[in-house]
């Protein structure tokens, strides 16, 4: 049995003061929820924040990007020694806004999923296809693609600890979602992919999270597809009631 990942991804908001008054609010209307792991990520300039404001609960907290160097001449990057040593136990790794905007690749994906795993930290590793790319029909291709570039060179052992999000690109802060059998039907292509490189342990294993336009609404049908194990939540992780129904599905 997979236990769900119910994750939240604040991208570039909220301040430490802002942080803390979320968890006033959310940490109360989590705190019977042991059915799941809940993550918050919010900016590094929060982590402190929202390390502090769950002490002795059993939320966690993450970081949304990661460096793939230890250390030395990075200007702007936070290593993983970094965050662990504020507290985090995740890292966003690949969210496609960072694909998109900050020149992510394949290949950085990787560099920094290695970063996180050798820091103690769990990757969730994000992958999905553009709107474009649906539309040409190579949404297979492109997650192939991802998985190979980006996931498949991970030992079996470091394979084990890592969270894959299948995030299509074209449902995230879109308010389009893809409906639970689009998803269910990309989760089983990562799946097949999980299949023929690390095998059916792993593919029992392995946790693939859903992220796109995920509401209070919507996300009880997603999560009623026994390919989906958590989601990814980008709007709706900003507001502590909405964000603890969706915990709490
Ligand atoms: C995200 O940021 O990962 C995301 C899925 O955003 P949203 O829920 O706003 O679509």
């Not at 470091?158 to 299509?168: C, G, H, L, S």
Request: proline share 4%.
């Amino acid at each position: 049995m997979r236990r769900p990942v119910m994750a939240g991804n604040w991208k570039m908001y909220k301040t430490p003061a802002e942080t803390t008054a979320f968890f006033e609010k959310f940490r109360p209307l989590v705190e019977n929820s042991e059915h799941c792991e809940t993550v918050i990520c919010p900016p590094f300039t929060d982590l402190a924040a929202a390390v502090d404001a769950v002490r002795g609960s059993r939320i966690q907290v993450g970081a949304q990007n990661i460096a793939w160097a230890k250390e030395g001449a990075f200007t702007g990057e936070i290593s993983g020694a970094m965050i662990r040593a504020a507290g985090a136990a995740y890292a966003i790794v690949g969210h496609s806004e960072r694909r998109q905007y900050f020149g992510e690749t394949d290949e950085t994906v990787f560099k920094r999923t290695l970063a996180a795993l050798e820091a103690g930290l769990t990757p969730i590793v994000c992958v999905g296809e553009r709107l474009d790319e649906r539309e040409k029909g190579i949404t297979k291709t492109v997650l192939v693609s991802q998985f190979t570039k980006g996931i498949a060179d991970l030992t079996p052992e470091q394979f084990a600890r890592i969270v894959i999000a299948y995030e299509p690109v074209w449902a995230i802060g879109t308010g389009k979602t893809a409906t639970p059998e689009m998803a269910a039907e990309a989760h089983r292509m990562i799946r097949g992919q999980v299949w023929a490189k690390y095998g059916s342990e792993a593919v029992a294993a392995i946790r693939i999270l859903y992220g796109g336009s995920v509401k209070p609404d919507n996300v009880k049908t997603l999560m009623a597809q026994t390919e989906i194990d958590g989601v990814l939540v980008g709007g709706a992780s900003l507001d502590p009631v909405g964000f603890a129904s969706i915990v709490n599905f």
